[in-house]
């Protein structure tokens, strides 16, 4: 698989890149996009990421390639973290309103340039904020099903470990969802909350206790009141706001605690680039999974908001369903206000809905309507190897496509004449002639990967043969 990171030099970016590489998600046959701006110092930066990169996992890192430009964004799973984000600086609240402003453009640049030059399949995992934003511009752009935000699926792992520490139990052992508006308005669904290996009756006693008699409509008061405590306590001593969040319960720490984080100056970038790289594994992984991502709804919920978290199977193709049972009175009334918020922003910005529904996910949704199946050129590749007659040579090869959903039409393969391997002298070299129908873009693509290849030699592409 290929993932094309927008904002790579930026502190989340950079965290995506290194836990995809280091996560072994990447394998040396596939593709790292860093993608940065043409002015500003993600230009060159980009390069120097690369370099490091290179240097910190050279014997398993996949090809990096560096692209300055929108258009020339090529990958099956788009990672958006460019952008501006809030100060972080403790007092400094920063401007959401100004933020979205500022990013629409970023948004929309991307989102123009894949709908025009993109695969019509690749899948956008948006992190930058307003994560609602991102997901609106894109699935305008692209249809709705192939674009998720990672904001939920992010509070939804800080919910399950803030049950975690209050029961004393790993995280692993706790499920359960949190959904609405990433940020300040997340929504912790206790009504999904289940615990490992407490039956309903005991899951019921632990929540109750948990939640110590309050709902969820005391909570946009709790968090408004929590920050002005934080800010005041942080202002002499940053360890004791942190003692004070401790102390909070376990849905409002779910909010409070990130927020902290943020403003300490540290961020937030290693858990937004492992809940990041999480929906990457699941997207690589070919199973549905259930998880929670700012998806563009169609009445799938009963409370308003065109873009909201809710909990999604999600498979390579990217999202197929919301899966949210019933909601309690209390979660319903703070994910409308969620709702109502995000509406309220996107009608602000003149972000409009989707003029076009894509209903079916998978490879029809995906086809752009201006592209017929089997519209893309005809290209062949030959490929020089050292050992041709090898089946894992072909195997090798035949993955660099399958890995990228193209599919081969034909393959030969000849040995060389002399038998003896060429110039190395190894035995079995000969040529593999690949046929396959793909962009411009997928073929330089492939072609540079093949080139990678320790078993290859030489690459030529013909188009149109
Ligand atoms: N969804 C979440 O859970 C979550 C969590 C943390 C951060 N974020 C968001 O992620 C975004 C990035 O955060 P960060 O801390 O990495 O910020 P950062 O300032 O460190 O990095 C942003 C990067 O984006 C680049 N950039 C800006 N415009 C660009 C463009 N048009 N094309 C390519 N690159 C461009 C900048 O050069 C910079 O390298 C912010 O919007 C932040 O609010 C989201």
């Excluded at 390639?65 to 007092?91: I, M, N, S």
């Excluded at 706001?241 to 300490?264: E, G, K, Y």
Aim: with cysteine; charged share 25%; glycine share 12%.
């Amino acid at each position: 698989m290929d993932v094309a990171v927008l904002g790579a030099t930026g502190d989340v970016g950079r965290q995506v890149c290194t836990q995809l590489i280091a996560g072994g998600l990447l394998t040396p046959t596939s593709r790292l996009q860093l993608v940065g701006r043409p002015d500003g110092g993600s230009r060159s930066a980009a390069f120097g990421l690369r370099a490091d990169l290179v240097d910190a996992f050279d014997e398993r890192a996949p090809l990096i390639d560096v692209a300055l430009q929108p258009d020339d964004v090529v990958a099956d799973a788009v990672v958006a973290t460019a952008g501006r984000t809030a100060p972080a600086k403790v007092g400094v609240s920063g401007d959401r309103a100004a933020l979205a402003a500022d990013n629409l453009e970023v948004f929309r640049s991307y989102a123009r340039s894949l709908a025009r030059h993109g695969s019509g399949k690749e899948v956008v995992i948006v992190v930058t904020n307003p994560v609602e934003l991102g997901v609106a511009v894109m699935a305008e752009a692209l249809g709705r099903h192939r674009v998720i935000g990672m904001g939920a699926w992010l509070d939804t792992l800080r919910f399950r470990r803030e049950i975690a520490v209050s029961l004393g139990v790993r995280r692993h052992r706790v499920g359960g969802f949190a959904g609405g508006e990433h940020g300040l308005r997340a929504v912790p669904l206790w009504s999904t909350v289940r615990i490992a290996g407490l039956d309903e009756a005991e899951r019921r006693a632990a929540v109750a206790h948990l939640r110590g008699g309050r709902t969820l409509d005391a909570l946009p008061a709790e968090v408004a009141a929590a920050k002005d405590l934080l800010d005041d306590v942080a202002a002499r001593d940053v360890g004791e706001a942190f003692a004070q969040v401790d102390a909070m319960p376990a849905d409002l720490r779910v909010i409070t605690r990130p927020w902290m984080t943020h403003q300490s100056g540290a961020k937030t970038a290693s858990s937004t680039a492992a809940a990041t790289v999480d929906l990457v594994r699941t997207l690589l992984d070919g199973r549905d999974i259930v998880v929670a991502g700012q998806v563009a709804l169609d009445g799938e919920v009963p409370v308003p908001g065109r873009v909201l978290g809710v909990p999604v199977i999600l498979g390579p193709e990217g999202w197929s369903r919301v899966v949210l049972d019933p909601l309690a009175d209390d979660e319903e009334r703070l994910l409308t206000a969620s709702g109502e918020a995000v509406d309220a922003m996107l009608h602000g910005l003149g972000v409009l809905p989707p003029e076009v529904e894509d209903p079916v996910v998978g490879h029809a949704a995906a086809t752009p309507p201006d592209v017929a199946p089997g519209a893309e050129p005809r290209w062949e590749v030959e490929v020089e190897v050292r050992a041709a007659d090898e089946i894992g040579t072909v195997a090798m090869l035949t993955s660099v496509f399958a890995s990228r959903g193209v599919g081969v039409e034909s393959l030969a393969t000849t040995s060389s004449a002399d038998g003896a391997g060429g110039a190395d002298g190894a035995g079995g070299a000969g040529t593999v002639v690949v046929a396959f129908r793909a962009g411009g873009r997928r073929a330089r693509d492939i072609q540079r990967t093949l080139e990678r290849l320790a078993a290859v030699r030489h690459v030529v592409v013909r188009r149109g043969v």
